[in-house]
């Protein structure tokens, strides 16, 4: 027990461990759901529109179903006399033809009868029992939109690749699609570990403390696009740890746990990992995270965060949700990173990749000097920095890339 840190290794080669783990192990698969549960979800492949939209030539305004040429010349002074044969709502069929000197009363939406090419405003009328009078002319195709004219049958109505939003919806119950493709989630089961967790409630118990790493990295793996079970809280126990990553590895694709990391005696996740699988990265040249572990069991992933909620977060960011977003096609927000300058000088510490959270002042990143541990460092901060290894200071006015937390 309390197995030593076996590599201290580069972040870049962390990563790229990473990336060839998630090649290895996981594919992209898709599924289909019905259109009322599509929210969010990402369109596996194009959506081609069944018929046309709109699907026969309507009306898009209130008014006359009209011959064109029968209102040229109208005015106000002069205003041209039709005979009003019926009158057309929104719903229904036109039961007549509009021929020369015939008009149409049209409803909003309702299909143009046959015969008329243009529709007259209701505000350009005056009525006199079933005469209307056409008080401005009117060119062929006005106020009609043509069927097919939004879209034509066959054709692509919302690419793949797109995340089904509330106007993608919309647009595709427009066109009767009731079902849709869509790539599959990432499915992850979350562990905390430690003797001195409890779940958050109203009143904490003495040399405890509430585990906030739970709900929140299970929160950062909704937003990647991942499905989330929860395995509560693990004491530091070998054969509980072992139990509980059994379970995980039986429900997901991949187990994320944190807390246990570390070289201490209480710290078992390396061992067992070792007994179930393999250990395949213990330890990164990175601050924070530095006892990150990632191992490999049955075919699946486990990842091991820091404890610290700061760690667990960041390291999270930084080497595991890249790959899922790939997996789960939820790209990062636009505007995700910006670049900002320092409002005060930052001393690094050299020879390892050091992240530091910041809170946004206007073009500012104002660094939040506080240790991973400090939950109030979390609350207050709006994003990170990532300095390199090579990097001691980051002077007062320096250009810095910040990742945004408000924006994912």
């Known amino acids: 027990m309390g197995v030593e840190f076996l590599d201290i290794i580069d972040l870049d080669d962390a990563r790229r461990i990473m990336a060839d783990l998630f090649r290895k192990l996981y594919s992209g698969g898709s599924e289909t759901v019905n259109i009322d549960d599509a929210l969010g979800r990402v369109l596996a492949e194009d959506v081609k529109s069944p018929i046309d939209l709109p699907p026969f030539d309507r009306a898009s305004r209130d008014g006359y179903a009209v011959v064109a040429s029968d209102t040229f010349g109208a005015s106000d002074e002069k205003p041209v006399r039709l005979r009003c044969i019926e009158t057309v709502e929104a719903g229904s069929l036109p039961s007549g033809r509009v021929e020369s000197g015939s008009c149409t009363r049209i409803s909003t939406g309702a299909p143009v009868p046959e015969g008329a090419d243009a529709v007259v405003m209701v505000e350009y009328t005056e009525v006199s029992g079933e005469d ?6 009117a060119y062929p195709s006005q106020h009609i939109a043509a069927a097919g004219s939004d879209i034509e049958a066959g054709s692509v109505l919302v690419g793949g690749g797109r995340v089904l939003s509330p106007d993608k919806i919309a647009a595709l119950s427009a066109a009767g699609v009731t079902s849709v493709k869509v790539v599959s989630r990432p499915s992850a089961h979350v562990i905390s570990t430690g003797n001195e967790l409890t779940e958050p409630s109203g009143r904490l118990e003495p040399a ?22 929860r395995g509560g809280i693990i004491r530091d126990d070998y054969d509980e740890l072992r139990s509980a990553l059994i379970e995980g590895l039986g429900k997901a694709d991949l187990v994320i746990t944190s807390g246990g990391t570390s070289a201490g005696a209480g710290d078992v996740l390396a061992d067992v990992l070792e007994d179930l699988g393999e250990v395949v990265i213990h330890g990164i040249s990175m601050k924070p995270g530095k006892p990150t572990i990632v191992g490999v069991v049955d075919g699946k992933m486990v990842v091991g965060l820091p404890g610290f909620p700061v760690a667990a977060l960041l ?24 670049t900002l300058k320092l ?21 500012y990143a104002r660094p939040i000097f506080r240790d991973s541990g400090a939950i109030a460092a979390l609350a207050g901060a709006d994003g990170y920095i990532e300095v390199p290894k090579n990097v001691e200071i980051l002077n007062e006015g320096e250009e810095v890339e910040v990742v945004l937390f408000e924006n994912r």
């Open 132 to 137: 209307v009078y056409i008080h401005r002319p």
């Open 208 to 229: 405890k403390i509430f585990d906030s790493n739970s709900l929140g990295i299970s929160a950062a793996l909704r937003d990647a696009g991942c499905s989330v079970s």
């Open 315 to 338: 390291v999270f960011r930084s080497i595991v949700e890249p790959f899922l977003r790939e997996l789960s096609g939820i790209k990062a927000p636009e505007g995700s990173v910006k």
């Open 343 to 363: 409002a005060e000088r930052f001393h690094s510490s050299r020879g390892r990749v050091q992240y530091a959270l910041v809170r946004v002042d206007g073009q």
